[in-house]
């Protein structure tokens, strides 16, 4: 295809498109990292969407290679509908990457900045909306100021309007909401629902279940380089529905009474019995009748949600159960 050429669909189907994307990194020693293994995932245009994993799992690999900053080993996919290897420009222009660190110019005003980065993608002067994007991120009073002399949040808006600058339909969000305050991470989740209405496509990554739950209409979760779950948000979080009951026993037990085996259950000390069980199968009142039949004495009774962390032990190991 001739880039200058290149016809931009104002309405692709998809925002972000891969097919088996791969990537092998080689590492000090020589070893070979596999950080993407065969990647097929599809971003729908107009939502928010989640990329959830933990650390280690690929997903900066995925949105490097999207933003052109990382080479693929293998594979295909497109920002736009826009073919990252026909048409690398028109897909580069196409995002836009809020980086996780909150590293800025101290000597740049937040102008000065945005100016700088417009410079940078060929935004002509006359193109340039600087005045109306610190606006539409809430910094148009501190568009002189020095840039040290802004909070964290207002660091992480200028991020955003950073990443703004060459109006990308496509904005990826590298786990904004890490480390800051309750309060803060509020003011952020609106300010992301806002670039979403108008308009802006939203691609974020996130360790905090809750953050995804709050903003993304969509959920993909990778694990060692594999999408391990892709599912509507509310789907998703009903299939994770499993629990924890923890009973604390008032006699010590020297085993499992037989009579407990039909649940998932572990005694990790002779008083303590983990029941892990999906609310959509098992209502808590059967365990407990169950334990009182048992007869057994219950001394304490504590419910625990799972987290993220229990949620991919879960999924890896359905993975690994169906491979
Ligand atoms: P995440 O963003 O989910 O934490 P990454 O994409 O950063 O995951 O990393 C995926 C895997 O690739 C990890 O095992 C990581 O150590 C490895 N990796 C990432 N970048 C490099 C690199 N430049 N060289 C070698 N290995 C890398």
Not at 79 to 101: C, F, K, M, S, T
Request: with cysteine.
């Amino acid at each position: 295809m001739n880039t200058s050429t290149t016809v931009i669909d104002p309405q692709p189907e998809h925002a972000i498109s891969a097919r088996g994307l791969h990537k092998v990194y080689r590492a000090d020693g020589g070893d070979q990292v596999h950080a993407l293994r065969a990647v097929d995932l599809d971003v729908p245009r107009g939502g928010i969407f989640g990329l959830l994993g933990p650390n280690g799992a690929g997903k900066s690999t995925f949105i490097n290679i999207l933003a052109g900053l990382v080479v693929k080993t293998g594979g295909s996919a497109s920002v736009w509908g826009l073919d990252i290897d026909r048409d690398p420009r028109h897909a580069r222009a196409a995002i836009g990457v809020v980086p996780q660190e909150l590293n800025l110019d101290a000597f740049f005003t937040p102008y000065e900045m945005l100016e700088v980065q417009a410079g940078f993608y060929g935004v002509p002067p006359k193109e340039r909306r600087t005045m109306e994007i610190l606006e539409r991120v809430g910094l148009e009073d501190k568009a002189k100021a020095y840039s040290r002399s802004l909070s964290g949040g207002m660091r992480r808006r200028l991020l955003v309007a950073k990443a703004l600058v060459h109006n990308p339909p496509v904005l990826v969000l590298d786990e904004p909401t890490a480390g800051v305050d309750i309060e803060l991470r509020r003011s952020l989740w609106d300010f992301v629902k806002e670039l979403n209405n108008n308009g802006t496509t939203i691609v974020l990554t996130t360790h905090y279940l809750e953050e995804a739950e709050e903003l993304c209409d969509h959920i993909a979760i990778i694990n060692r380089g594999s999408v391990i779950a892709y599912d509507d948000t509310r789907s998703l979080v009903q299939r994770l529905d499993n629990k924890e009951l923890r009973v604390t026993v008032a006699q010590p037990l020297d085993a499992l009474p037989g009579a407990l085996s039909r649940f998932t259950v572990d005694l990790p000390d002779d008083c303590t019995l983990v029941f892990r069980y999906r609310t959509s199968e098992t209502e808590v009142r059967e365990i407990l009748a169950a334990v009182a039949d048992a007869g057994l004495v219950i001394a304490d009774l504590a419910t625990e949600e799972p987290d993220l962390e229990d949620i991919f032990l879960e999924l890896t190991r359905e993975a690994t159960d169906h491979a």
